[in-house]
């Protein structure tokens, strides 16, 4: 069964506007406002979360990957094609081995893996994580029910995540290929979708201009 997240139209719900499923201006100064972000802030934190989320319509990790995305992507997990046949497409099984033991997770019988995975607009992984988020925002049911994050929290996990690692000051340096480079290292670990992020952005701050 497909996890519950979060969609656009129930984002739209929460901040008051017309909820038509589309992200466009009026969304997004009405989200601004919502989570009481100034231009530069909102313009660079929708648009970031807008790539890592597929333009808001992944909020929970898939996981579903064959032998061949296995080795590749996760080696070190699954060093042999035997082995990664085992686990091809169950990503249940495949989140509780990857995310074992590590991030405050328990082993992989625990099944801590699959129920902290990846979840929310950039993505929360591991209990540790959940844990962080759920004392922050003071509410323990996270703990028990993680799916909170792909759907009513989903944007509040990736404003802590902001405020965890101090990203606003990034934020605040404007609205420039500098800053965008910096924010996208910082959530991303690298470079990627650079180009993508620097369009949204950049877009972004023009509707909120």
Not at 100 to 108: F, K, L, P, Y
Not at 172 to 193: P, V, W, Y
């Amino acid at each position: 069964m497909e996890q519950e997240q979060m969609s656009l139209v129930d984002l739209q719900k929460k901040i008051g506007v017309t909820a038509d499923g589309a992200f466009g201006p009026g969304t997004l100064k009405a989200a601004a406002a919502y989570y009481k972000l100034n231009k530069n802030r909102a313009a660079h934190f929708f648009a970031q979360t807008a790539h890592e989320s597929g333009n808001f319509t992944a909020f929970s990790e898939n996981l579903n990957y064959g032998a061949k995305g296995l080795r590749g992507i996760f080696g070190k997990y699954f060093p042999t094609d035997v082995m990664a046949k085992m686990y091809e497409r169950q990503p249940q099984k495949i989140a509780n081995r990857v995310y074992a033991s590590r991030m405050g997770n328990d082993d992989e019988w625990s099944g801590d893996g699959w129920k902290y995975r990846g979840r929310g607009a950039l993505q929360l992984t591991g209990k540790l994580n959940y844990q962080a988020f759920a004392d922050y925002i003071d509410r323990p049911d996270v703990m028990t029910n993680p799916d909170l994050v792909a759907t009513e929290l989903c944007f509040e996990s990736a404003l802590w995540f902001f405020d965890k690692n101090k990203l606003w000051s990034i934020c605040d340096q404007g609205i420039n290929d500098a800053a965008i480079l910096a924010l996208t290292k910082r959530i991303n670990g690298g470079t990627h979708g650079l180009d993508d992020r620097k369009g949204k952005t950049k877009k972004f701050a023009g509707w909120l201009a």
